[in-house]
């Protein structure tokens, strides 16, 4: 199928397949490089590393594969307040929490140590390494972040869930964006309003942007198969970004639990949810999140995440896996594929017509 553009010479790729990375351990080196081995551009979410470890994990990758590859960061790393929470709004929070800790009979932590961004030394970092690819989701780096980019030959991709998004990263030089649908699993990476109010559909997204923008598109959310992907192209797209089909592979860094969780009845039930992260995100809805949707206050992002930790760990420990909410995008329920190759031979069809 002919797309907008084609985006191989750019990235460097056969196929116009981005996997999306991950955090929260999901990502992994044997992920990346079968993903990019196979001819697509396999992407490792480092947003949670701290600059050593982000050096290691490119080495590590660059061990398994010799073809490009994908370093996503976060631009925005922590909440203004992650750096001051006091212990009031701790006590708030955790009062919240407290029943499902002592549901699983474990103890409720202490207040999590306040954090400052890594971002700006993960990028010099990455930049010294010069992965093929630099992603980034929550902002726009510096104009001199990009300018180094260019002139070591790393390809930059912005992630935009509006037009205004889009709008301003191609105004800032960036080499491609994300369209990001709200269908998609994981952290709504909105970075001018809030993702309550960018909460928009991949293929109205793609749509509305192929038309206003010049730099190629990614479409992400909701792409788990060879009709979804060819319904991508056909709005505008010049690639797409999946993410949870890939997580579901065994090379991911998905434990067999929360395989277990996609493949599952469950995945019929997605939800939008700040309450384990403190940032709205998606994912296979669990008790917790249901019954806290709502809820009025949550600890400034990582923080929450740091907090909710060992509730997380004992649940798993304990087989209440009911309890938590798994990452995965809306259309997790049509996963069929456990293994790189066999997704690739899904849909390699549709990308040689």
Same mark, same amino acid.
């Given at each position: 199928?002919?797309?907008?553009?084609?985006?191989?010479?750019?990235?460097?790729?056969?196929?116009?397949?981005?996997?999306?990375?991950?955090?929260?351990?999901?990502?992994?080196?044997?992920?990346?490089?079968?993903?990019?081995?196979?001819?697509?551009?396999?992407?490792?979410?480092?947003?949670?590393?701290?600059?050593?470890?982000?050096?290691?994990?490119?080495?590590?990758?660059?061990?398994?594969?010799?073809?490009?590859?994908?370093?996503?960061?976060?631009?925005?790393?922590?909440?203004?307040?992650?750096?001051?929470?006091?212990?009031?709004?701790?006590?708030?929070?955790?009062?919240?929490?407290?029943?499902?800790?002592?549901?699983?009979?474990?103890?409720?932590?202490?207040?999590?140590?306040?954090?400052?961004?890594?971002?700006?030394?993960?990028?010099?970092?990455?930049?010294?390494?010069?992965?093929?690819?630099?992603?980034?989701?929550?902002?726009?780096?510096?104009?001199?972040?990009?300018?180094?980019?260019?002139? =070591?030959?790393?390809?930059?991709?912005?992630?935009?869930?509006?037009?205004?998004?889009?709008?301003?990263?191609?105004?800032?030089?960036?080499?491609?964006?994300?369209?990001?649908?709200?269908?998609?699993?994981?952290?709504?990476?909105?970075?001018?309003?809030?993702?309550?109010?960018?909460?928009?559909?991949?293929?109205?997204?793609?749509?509305?942007?192929?038309?206003?923008?010049?730099?190629?598109?990614?479409?992400?959310?909701?792409?788990?198969?060879?009709?979804?992907?060819?319904?991508?192209?056909?709005?505008?797209?010049?690639?797409?970004?999946?993410?949870?089909?890939?997580?579901?592979?065994?090379?991911?860094?998905?434990?067999?639990?929360? =395989?277990?969780?996609?493949?599952?009845?469950?995945?019929?039930?997605?939800?939008?949810?700040?309450?384990?992260?403190?940032?709205?995100?998606?994912?296979?809805?669990? =008790?917790?999140?249901?019954?806290?949707?709502?809820?009025?206050?949550?600890?400034?992002?990582?923080?929450?995440?740091?907090?909710?930790?060992?509730? =997380?760990?004992?649940?798993?420990?304990?087989?209440?896996?009911?309890?938590?909410?798994?990452?995965?995008?809306?259309?997790?329920?049509?996963?069929?594929?456990?293994?790189?190759?066999?997704?690739?031979?899904?849909?390699?069809?549709?990308?040689?017509?």
């Amino acid at each position: 199928m002919t797309r907008k553009k084609d985006i191989a010479p750019i990235l460097k790729i056969q196929h116009p397949i981005l996997q999306g990375p991950f955090g929260g351990g999901l990502s992994s080196s044997r992920l990346v490089a079968a993903v990019s081995n196979a001819g697509g551009l396999g992407g490792y979410g480092a947003y949670q590393l701290e600059p050593l470890q982000i050096t290691e994990v490119i080495k590590e990758i660059r061990e398994l594969t010799n073809k490009p590859f994908n370093i996503n960061l976060w631009v925005n790393d922590a909440d203004a307040n992650a750096s001051d929470l006091n212990d009031v709004e701790f006590e708030n929070v955790a009062a919240v929490f407290k029943p499902y800790f002592e549901e699983l009979n474990i103890p409720l932590p202490r207040k999590p140590q306040n954090v400052t961004s890594k971002f700006e030394k993960q990028v010099e970092v990455l930049l010294s390494q010069q992965p093929a690819v630099f992603s980034f989701v929550f902002g726009i780096p510096s104009r001199d972040i990009l300018i180094e980019c260019s002139k =070591r030959q790393i390809a930059t991709i912005g992630a935009a869930t509006t037009l205004d998004e889009a709008l301003a990263l191609e105004d800032a030089g960036v080499d491609l964006i994300v369209a990001s649908g709200f269908e998609a699993g994981g952290h709504r990476p909105s970075f001018i309003q809030t993702p309550e109010l960018s909460l928009h559909g991949t293929f109205t997204l793609v749509h509305q942007l192929s038309s206003k923008v010049k730099v190629p598109l990614i479409a992400a959310g909701g792409i788990v198969d060879a009709k979804s992907i060819e319904a991508a192209f056909k709005l505008g797209a010049s690639g797409v970004q999946i993410g949870t089909a890939f997580l579901a592979c065994q090379e991911s860094g998905a434990s067999n639990e929360y =395989r277990e969780v996609l493949f599952s009845d469950r995945a019929k039930y997605t939800s939008l949810t700040n309450v384990f992260t403190g940032r709205l995100a998606r994912g296979i809805s669990g =008790r917790v999140g249901n019954d806290l949707r709502s809820v009025a206050e949550v600890l400034p992002f990582p923080l929450q995440s740091v907090f909710l930790s060992p509730l =997380r760990k004992a649940a798993i420990e304990q087989g209440r896996t009911e309890l938590l909410t798994f990452w995965a995008g809306q259309n997790a329920m049509s996963l069929k594929h456990k293994t790189v190759k066999d997704f690739f031979d899904s849909i390699i069809p549709v990308l040689k017509s």
